[in-house]
């Protein structure tokens, strides 16, 4: 039995890398996705020194090649983890996620491996999965089976061939990888050519799912090269894939839950400007998906790419301009997300727009038109804040809005368009009076939420309040002001206080929340998204 009794042997090896992590923390402030909620990573080769860049734009790390079975056992018995060994410290020493390439692919598989017979193929691979997982605790992720539909192994009968799921040999090496790794390692599939066909995502799709009710899966991989979208300029057979095809097929992934990461991203254009309108194209398809939690390049230097054009930074040092580009893109906000209202009609005339805030968004542009290519526009305005109240608009009306967030390095491009349609009515805006001292009603959090959130006040002891508190009704309405909930209806003590809100019975949309306490009176919206 391969590996069951090594936990003292992998603590050890835990603890010395965590060591290596204190001493060797530090990392460029012009990295190029620091601060971000997902990384930008790239792929070291093996064979090559590390680039003594590469810590300065990325901040995630992929073995090219070091990690392939062919590359590590090309004599049986006979392991070569000095490339792979590297690459490995190099992203530990740094803090950088390491995700491992790959444990089963049928291609650069070893040369002997098809000689032996299937107990024996079984044996080793298991074997093969074990080491890894044991040498390399560390590991954030694996891609575990690299290329089911385009290339399995030889052996893929020794795991279990199709059998009972239609993937039993892909279930086989799961289970191994989620034995073999430390706990917290993430198991991810991996493959290419999946976006733009409709039928190859559904079976991408039935495959995860065979491994997500087995527990054996915890992201998708979608490689993301170039010629998974279009051909390069000048190809003798030019063929493009329609942006919404991709787009549309990356939301059925990501509505699975699980993360998804674009594996290996290129871009391979010899020409720097068609280059760069391409990186725009693509790019923010991917990294503007919030289920999307990582994109990995697949070489950023000249010389030292798989796809030769898809270089980023010259031979010499100089920058190709997609990524002077994509610098200014990352350091930009991400465009909002449209909360409320997006498709609804019977909205008040005076609408209360809500949508998300962007990470490091200073102000955002709000847009109304009457048609949805915004030709004629009814409202253009600049505010700090996530909402914006409308004065009144025209009656059993259409209309079509969206939102962009700006910082120190420039806008983002638009949200969404969302539409909704007016009925008749003007809601009444409640104004909150000059503010007692020490009385407070504060936003609540999480905002939007599902289904609970929290909304705290303050009750103060001054003006011609007693110190013994004071009487607070504390409730929620809908938007026509009808009182959908009463959360607190009795005297309170001076201080701070917090009520938990629950609003799994209620539809989705924008809520008012109003507070009164003696001379106090406040209102504030909270948003339910079921």
């Known amino acids: 039995m391969i590996g069951h009794i090594r936990i003292a042997r992998a603590s050890a090896l835990l603890a010395a890398t965590l060591g290596v992590l204190v001493v060797c923390s530090s990392q460029s402030a012009s990295q190029l996705a620091k601060g971000q909620s997902r990384f930008l990573g790239n792929a070291l080769s093996s064979g090559i020194p590390i680039h003594t860049d590469f810590k300065t734009y990325w901040n995630q790390v992929t073995p090219g090649n070091a990690g392939k079975w062919g590359s590590v056992e090309g004599v049986q018995g006979s392991y070569d983890f000095t490339w792979l060994d590297a690459i490995y410290n190099y992203a530990i020493s740094n803090s950088f996620p390491y995700k491992h390439h790959t444990f089963i692919w049928g291609a650069q598989q070893p040369g002997w491996i098809g000689s032996l017979d299937s107990a024996q193929q079984r044996a080793k691979v298991e074997q093969w999965i074990d080491t890894v997982g044991e040498r390399y605790p560390s590991m954030s992720m694996v891609d575990v089976v690299n290329e089911p539909f385009t290339n399995p192994p ?23 990888a989620r034995q073999y790794c430390l706990r917290g390692t993430k198991l991810l599939i991996n493959e290419y ?8 995502t559904t079976r991408y799709l039935a495959l995860i799912d065979t491994l997500w009710v087995r527990g054996l899966i915890d992201g998708i991989g979608i490689q993301g090269h170039y010629f998974e979208f279009k051909s390069y300029t000048g190809s003798p057979n030019p063929y493009s894939y329609p942006v919404a095809t991709l787009k549309a097929n990356l939301e059925r992934l990501t509505a699975t839950g699980l993360p998804v990461y674009i594996t290996e991203f290129e871009i391979d254009e010899a020409s720097d400007s068609i280059q760069l309108v391409n990186y725009k194209t693509y790019f923010p398809l991917f990294w503007e998906n919030p289920g999307v939690k990582g994109i990995t390049h697949w070489g950023y230097r000249q010389g030292d790419m798989w796809k030769v054009n898809g270089y980023l930074v010259r031979s010499d040092g100089t920058e190709r301009p997609a990524l002077p580009w994509l610098r200014k893109y990352l350091a930009s906000p991400l465009p909002p ?17 809500l949508w998300r805030s962007s990470t490091s968004a200073l102000s955002y542009r709000v847009q109304v038109a009457t048609s949805a290519l915004f030709s004629t526009i009814v409202v253009d305005t600049t505010l700090a804040d996530t909402l914006s109240q409308l004065d009144p608009l025209s009656a059993n009306s259409t209309y079509y809005w969206r939102v962009t967030a700006s910082n120190d390095s420039g806008p983002s491009s638009y949200s969404a368009v969302a539409m909704f349609r007016t009925g008749d009515q003007v809601v009444a805006v409640v104004e909150s009076p000059e503010v007692p001292r020490g009385f407070a009603l504060e936003p ?68 008012l929340y109003r507070m009164t306490s003696g001379g106090f009176s406040a209102s504030r919206t909270m948003c339910f998204v079921k």
């Open 337 to 353: 997300a449209l909360v409320s209202p997006v498709g609804v009609t019977g909205v008040p005339r005076n609408p209360l727009l």
């Open 193 to 200: 050519n999946v976006l733009q066909d409709n039928n190859v």
């Open 444 to 511: 609540n959090y999480p905002n939007p939420f599902n289904p609970e959130t929290t909304i705290r006040y303050s009750i103060g002891s001054e003006n011609h309040f007693t110190r013994s508190g004071s009487h607070v009704r504390l409730v929620v309405y809908d938007l026509l002001g009808r009182e959908l909930a009463v959360l607190v209806d009795e005297t309170k003590p001076p201080g701070d206080h917090a009520v938990r809100f629950d609003g799994s019975r209620l539809a989705s949309g924008v809520y």
């Open 154 to 176: 030889v052996y893929k009968h020794a795991l279990g061939d199709s059998g009972a799921t239609g993937w039993d040999w892909v279930v086989t090496a799961f289970t191994w």
